[in-house]
Structures are given as C-alpha cells and as structure tokens.
C-alpha cells in the first residue's frame, strides 16, 4: 500500500529524523520518526542510512490500524525522551517519506 496523507491533514509535518521506539504489549520496534506535527508522526522501522529497507515492513507487522502504542523519543535538545501515546492511523508506503512504517495519531493528554 502507497500512502501519502499530506492532504487530509489539519497541521504541516515537519521533516525530522529523531531515534524512537514504537512499543505495542510485549512487542518493541526501533527506527526512526520521519516527519511530525503536534497531531502526529510518520514512524519508518528501516534503518537510518537505508533508503528502502524491505526488513521494515516486517519490524512493524505487529501493529495494526487502530492499536494504541507508547512511542518513545528523544529530541537532540531535550535531555529526557518524550513517552507518549499514539493511535496507529495506516501501515505501508509513505511516498512523502519515501519509507515504509506507519502514520500516527498523538493521543490526547487527560
């Protein structure tokens, strides 16, 4: 699935390349957050240098659209990571990012 949702959002993503971790139960995916907004992320489990790692795909299978996952990552200016909740929102091939991954929804804090 080729995905490119830069027209259905409220709020511009900014190009980032941030280390994170995407977390599910017992199930942890590393890699990296592609683009942000205060909405949302693009999540890409390939590698840093890789420009289409066909693992990635694999590294995210666990998740599904509509899971609730802790994705954790650090800012280089902040001291401490960010832990927050997110909705997954699609799974697969971002043209904007030119990587596969997955579209996240920032939870709300209560």
Known sequence: MSTSNSDKRLEARVPIRWRAACKLGGMNAMGLLRDISGSGAFFSAAAPDAEHD?????????????????LTFKPEWQENPVIMLATVKWIGYSRDNEADGAGLAFEAEN
């Open 54 to 70: 066909p693992t990635a795909e694999h590294a995210i299978k666990f998740l599904q659209q509509g899971d609730t996952v802790v």
